[in-house]
């Protein structure tokens, strides 16, 4: 714990920055079981806004354990810090000006809330952060298993696998919820640009 330390404020700050870029900064914090399609819809949003002229960025939670968290495994304390940085780099990203993606399992209902941006400084009471719950079955996302590590986790080689024997908490109160519709996937790209619609009724999109 630091003590003695002060906040030092930058010349240019978030409006300026927002302005440069024609856009808002925001968060979508995008949760679900391994294998919903958290990754494959953060790709085909961060494409759709880009040919929008907007800019993002993904916060992955598979990369980022190559990196950032790479201290970290799968214990309920280590996906509690894991959610608790990303949660704040993805923060720094939006008041920075762009429309971060986080794409994480992050199942615990307490961390999720703990990142929205009322608990950061930087910030202004204002909703930042929004939930897209991919909420796809466990069924579906087993089937697809496509790094097979259900298989793995079935066959008791990997404890702790979320939906298997590790909790998956689901939203309560999340902005965005996509799910299957008689039992078929909604394709990537309507999935982003419903996810669009909401951060340009928002008025995420606009021009500053
Ligand atoms: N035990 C266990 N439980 C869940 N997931 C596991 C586990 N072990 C490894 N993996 C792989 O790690 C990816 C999830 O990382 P996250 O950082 O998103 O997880 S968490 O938010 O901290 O729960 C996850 O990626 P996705 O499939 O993209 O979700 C898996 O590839
Ligand atoms: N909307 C979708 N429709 C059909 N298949 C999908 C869809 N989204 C993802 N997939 C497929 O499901 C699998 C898991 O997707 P992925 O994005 O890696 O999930 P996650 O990041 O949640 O683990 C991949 O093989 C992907 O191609």
């Known amino acids: 714990m630091s003590t003695n330390i002060f906040w030092q404020e930058s010349p240019i700050g978030k409006t300026e920055r927002q302005k440069l870029l024609n856009q ?20 085909s949003l961060s494409r759709e806004l880009y040919t929008r002229g907007k800019l993002s960025y993904i916060l992955d939670g598979d990369n980022l354990r190559h990196g950032l968290n790479k201290d970290l495994g799968f214990k309920a304390e280590d996906r509690v810090e894991n959610i608790r940085r990303v949660g704040e780099v993805a923060k720094l990203f939006a008041d920075a000006g762009l429309i971060c993606i986080a794409s994480l399992i992050s199942p ?10 009322f608990t950061f400084r930087l910030f202004s009471l204002k909703n930042i952060l929004f939930d897209v719950y991919m909420n ?24 702790g696998f979320t939906g298997i024997d590790d909790p998956y908490e689901s939203p309560l109160n999340c902005e965005i919820e996509l799910k299957e519709k008689e039992g078929e996937c909604p394709s990537p790209v309507a999935m982003a640009e419903e996810v669009i619609a909401y951060l340009e009724a928002k008025g995420f999109l606009q021009n500053q």
């Open 108 to 117: 615990y209902r307490k961390d999720r809330d703990a990142c929205k941006p």
């Open 24 to 43: 808002k900064g925001c968060v979508v914090w995008i949760t679900g079981l391994s294998g919903s399609g958290k990754s494959t819809l953060a790709c």
């Open 136 to 159: 796809m079955s466990l069924q579906l996302c087993e089937a697809r298993d496509p790094k097979g590590l259900y298989k793995l986790a079935r066959a008791g080689k990997i404890k």
